[in-house]
């Protein structure tokens, strides 16, 4: 298993940054990817980002294009989301997310980091 830990949510004006970290310990060395999720209030979890293990290659949902960065720092076992010029839109809670095995999903899940983008 993957422990994953979040921290560096917060309360931002639009148009501001945050950085998301993501510390990950355990059997770190089964990661195959890892992913940066969001839930808003009364919506469902949606992706924001991810990272393949294999080729460093990211990926990004449309509306953060050009905004986020999702980068991983192996020394550390930690991945970041560099969030710049933040929208409302953007508040949430932020989940960092590792996938271990093969195949959909992630399996592996942090508790959650709180970004507000206040108008």
């Avoid at 009364?42 to 290659?57: H, L, T």
């Avoid at 991983?72 to 508040?91: C, E, F, G, I």
């Amino acid at each position: 298993q993957v422990q994953l830990v979040e921290s560096g949510g917060g309360l931002v004006q639009a148009g501001g940054s945050l950085r998301l970290s993501c510390a990950a310990s355990g059997r770190t060395l089964s990661t195959l990817a890892m992913a940066w999720f969001r839930r808003a209030p009364g919506k469902e979890r949606e992706f924001v980002a991810n990272i393949i293990w294999r080729d460093n290659s990211p990926t990004y949902r449309d509306s953060v294009k050009g905004r986020f960065t999702i980068s991983r720092d192996n020394a550390k076992n930690t991945v970041y989301l560099q969030m710049n010029s933040l929208k409302p839109d953007d508040t949430a809670t932020y989940y960092c997310a590792a996938q271990t095995r093969v195949g959909p999903t992630y399996d592996c899940w942090g508790q959650g980091t709180q970004v507000t983008v206040s108008s």
